[in-house]
């Protein structure tokens, strides 16, 4: 089967610019999840959607970044003023949506902000 | 929040050697933990989750209450074991604050 598409894989952009990340999970997946993964550390969540529902963004900068999944299968995650310290890899990820069950990331896309 | 921690960045382990990755967590509640494995240029993927109490490329892995703690074990490195780890909670719905542990890159050495 396919895997959790991603795009673009790479991107660098200035502070203060806006990037859009686009993600597209594995069909049939009712969960999608935005993870963020800084240098140096684990993949934080940052928003999980159910269909196209937000179950958890409680460590989304809500004031920057935005995230949307529409129709329930897609999802972008905007960020917008762009910070020096959001230069991370960002992971999508797709599961079935039962508690608990396993999930499965895409390639990720690097932000590099100058 | 469901916090796991990883203390070690980095393991360096002769091929044949015992290998532990070590994982505490800090939460209420009946724990649920991951392994996730990252070989080089390739994606996370997960290795075993507590629950199913399996074995998965020779790793296993207990969850201990009494020391909170769920670590990975293999009786005999292999090369193709060189990878980063990661132990993690799993994000179940509700605003649990995830975040995966930091991290230990396992090096097995020829």
């Known amino acids: 089967e396919a895997g959790v598409a991603q795009s673009p894989r790479y991107k660098i952009i200035e502070k203060r610019q806006s990037v859009a990340f686009w993600c597209n999970p594995i069909?049939?997946?009712?969960?999608l999840y935005w993870y963020q993964q800084i240098l140096g550390q684990g993949p934080k969540l940052l928003i999980q959607f159910q269909n196209n529902g937000v179950v958890d963004d409680s460590q989304l900068p809500k004031d920057r970044f935005s995230a949307e999944r529409l129709k329930g299968v897609d999802s972008t995650l905007k960020i917008q003023p762009a910070k020096l310290e959001d230069s991370a890899v960002y992971l999508c990820a797709s599961s079935l949506g039962r508690p608990g069950n396993e999930q499965f990331f895409g390639p990720g896309t690097r932000l590099t902000v100058l | 929040a469901q916090r796991v921690t990883q203390p070690e960045k980095l393991l360096s382990v002769f091929k044949g050697a015992p290998v532990e990755l070590k994982c505490n967590y800090s939460?209420?509640?009946?724990?649920?933990l991951f392994w996730y494995v990252q070989y080089s240029r390739q994606r996370l993927q997960l290795l075993l989750r507590h629950i199913s109490r399996e074995s998965i490329k020779g790793f296993t892995a207990d969850l201990n209450k009494g020391e909170t703690s769920f670590h990975l074990k293999k009786p005999f490195a292999q090369e193709e074991d060189s990878a980063m780890y990661y132990c993690a909670p799993p994000p179940s719905g509700g605003y649990q604050k995830v975040t995966f542990g930091t991290g230990t890159k396992l090096q097995v050495i020829p």
């Open positions: 939460y209420s509640g009946s724990p649920e």
């Open positions: 069909s049939g997946h009712a969960t």
